[in-house]
């Protein structure tokens, strides 16, 4: 599914936020990718999802490099991966229905299928009573469930999350480390980046390590990039 080849990602000024990383996350697997701040967690997701490309070796999602991409197929890939954030990026001046439906609405699904999808979205997060409330009325981990039944309303191949329980209580980062293991359980591949290694260890699932933007620790075992 996502396969790094030698990848490095040097920023203008020459930060370099990966150094000659090469891993394999199998398709239908569930990973933690963790790290200190600034270890490049960050960084290799946004390569995954087309934010940024590497500055050397091949990114691979699907047996596509990612690195070669054309510029106008970037939405069409990003439409098999789901993308959660830590401050959620919800839309405040419309409610939590709108929110959730905008991926449908962009793609151009029919009205119809938007509620359908949507709805069956916020079930699976436990927040389909509250769908017509604003997000600014909702708690941070409500918030959070949002922002999830976002990324998976359309069925994504692939969910990738950015440190989804940073600003979360450990009974709710529980919660919303079990939705994703939920999604993992019906064959949705899932890489989360977190901290959170107490967390991590409870749920045991195999770990991807960073350090100073170098692979330390993959239990996948080693993958030297071919």
Known sequence: MIQFHHVTKRYPGGFEALSNVSLHLPRGEMAFLTGHSG????TLLKIVSLIEKPTRGQAILNQINLGTMPRKRIPYIRRHIGIIFQDHQ???DRPVFDNVAMPLIILG?????IARRTRAALDK???LSK???MPI???GGEQQRVGIARAVVHKPMLLLADEPTGNLDPILSREIMQIFVDFHQVGVTVLVASHDLGLIEELGKPVIT???GQLIHNDF???DGG
Request: net charge positive; proline share 4%.
């Open 90 to 92: 919800l839309l405040f």
């Open 109 to 113: 699904y029919p009205r119809n299928e």
């Open 39 to 42: 270890a490049g967690k960050s």
């Open 210 to 212: 960073l350090n100073r």
């Open 137 to 139: 009325t909702l708690s």
């Open 221 to 223: 075992g080693d993958f």
């Open 131 to 133: 769908e017509k409330a």
């Open 125 to 127: 997060v436990g927040l």
